[in-house]
């Protein structure tokens, strides 16, 4: 009994201490949970709109539920003819895909999943990197619709780059203000704060502001107009096939990871919550893993209800409402902290 | 190049249990290509209310792992929906060399099986005149049901197919 326990905590030892780099990298914030996140959202995804359509969605590939059924996506794209057109700019075409999901999950890294859980700690320099990163993605479905010498891609990128813009301000003028709430650009630190209140109950406006930013940097369905269908044939994914096409498929989801991520760590209380058998680490990894879970889950939601905006009403909404809010809320919170209310 | 395919295939087969590795991604490409048929549809009639309601929430094609696109690019399959004329026909083509390799064809409805209604019309053809067609739905319009059936015909052809040039 006294070996196994003592087995037991050398184990555990072994896995929080010493290889905990390893695991940082290989599983959590790291490879393996990217990718089993993306195969599982684009299956929950299929499956929840399909129910939210009275359908049954995916369910024959793999006995029950179609739970095979991204598998089965995946290898066909593999073997499938990669189409490269000829009047192609060949090395942009070629480097695009590979880029674009590697930048949100660079900015992934920068995540406290849990308190001593940060695979890529900078202190103080935390979300300013996240934005600096996050800053890099308009730039790469520009170069990927500019490189496939297209019509179509080459709109669908312009309306990337218009729509990223009009978002990303005032998303940076909300975390601006939860950082002068707190005093600190540590993501750490500004989780920690929200042990006794989560933010978005003093910084509602941002709250607000931020969710639309997150559903506009991500591309769902309100405000998909890079890849509208109707008119753009997909945007500026038009002319990707094969394993190309399954790069692009996987990166929309990787975005909307990086940046659910930073908004539950931002207002939702990040990685706070009761802690369960007296494991901290393991308890703040488990919260902000089901909060995500329920993040995506909303924003899955949202794109069965509603329906596409124009372009002209989506940079109305960027520029007209959510900048001068954003303006508005970082005043109120300097005022606010001048007057020693935080 | 196709000598150094065959010198490479020459050598691979010389290998003991080569044919067992064949085999097992054989399977496993005939399966992931049949349960991942991505259609796009070519609309060009009236079948397409029919053709709609099947990935609706009746009939549902997605539990086939169906699944409607938008581009041709990414797609495995065009359903020629409606009558094809002689002006149409060339677009068909058009649309055919532009998907990647593997891509099927299927005619839904009389029209572009062949001609239906408009059988002594000058300008009406049969899609076979121009692509090959693998599966073909009779009706007029076919029931969402026929369509659900020619999917799954198209599923056993794919399924049955040689992929790697393999022999037994």
Known sequence: MNIVLTLWKFIIEFLTVNAKP??????????????????????????????????????????????????????????????IPRDVNTFFFLLMPVLLPSVPAL????????????????????????????????????????????????????????????AEIPMVLCAASVAIMVGSFDLVVIARAQENMW??????????????????????????MPGAETELVLGWRTEYSGVLYGFVMFTEYVALQAWALMFLTLYLGGFNGPVLFGATTASHIFWLVIKFVLLVTLVILLRVIFPRLRMDQMLKLGWQYLTPLAILNLVITLALKLWGVY | MQEETKELRRNFES???????????????????KYSIWP??????????????????????????????ASVRQCDCIMVVGVVSRKMALRVKYLYEQMGEPKYVVAVGACPTG?????????AVAVDEYVPVDVY?????????????????????????????VKG
Not at chain 1, 210 to 223: A, C, D, H, N, W
Not at chain 2, 16 to 33: H, Q, T
């Open chain 1, 199 to 224: 933010f978005f109950i003093p910084q509602f406006i941002g709250f607000v502001i931020f969710f639309l930013g997150v559903m506009i940097q991500s591309e769902r369905t309100p405000f998909d």
């Open chain 2, 40 to 69: 796009i549809h070519f609309v060009t009639g009236c079948c397409s209310p029919e053709f709609m309601q099947c990935s609706g929430s009746e009939y549902d094609m997605e539990r086939l792992g169906v699944l409607p696109f």
């Open chain 2, 15 to 33: 290998v003991p249990g080569s044919g067992v590795v064949y085999n097992i991604v054989d399977y496993l490409l005939g399966w992931a290509r």
């Open chain 2, 115 to 123: 001609k239906g209604p408009f059988y002594d019309s000058y300008a």
């Open chain 1, 22 to 83: 390893l695991l940082q990298i290989i599983v959590l914030p790291g490879l393996l949970w990217v990718i089993v996140y993306a195969i599982i959202a684009v299956w929950f995804e299929r499956k929840f709109l399909a129910r939210a359509m009275l359908r049954v969605g995916p369910y024959y590939c793999g006995g029950r539920f179609g739970w095979l059924q991204l598998i089965a996506d995946f290898i066909k794209l593999f073997f499938k003819e990669m189409i």
């Open chain 1, 107 to 166: 900015a992934v890294i920068l995540i406290p999943f849990a308190s001593d859980w940060v695979l890529w700690n900078v202190g103080s320099l935390g979300m300013p990197m996240f934005f600096a990163i996050a800053g890099i993605a308009p730039l790469i479905p520009v170069f990927a619709g500019w490189a496939s010498n297209n019509k179509y891609t080459f709109i669908g990128a312009w309306r990337v780059a218009y729509m990223y813009i009009s």
């Open chain 2, 137 to 165: 739905i009779p009706g007029c319009p076919p029931r969402p049901e026929a369509i659900i059936q020619g999917m799954m015909l198209l599923q056993e052809k794919i399924k049955k197919e040689k992929r790697l040039g």
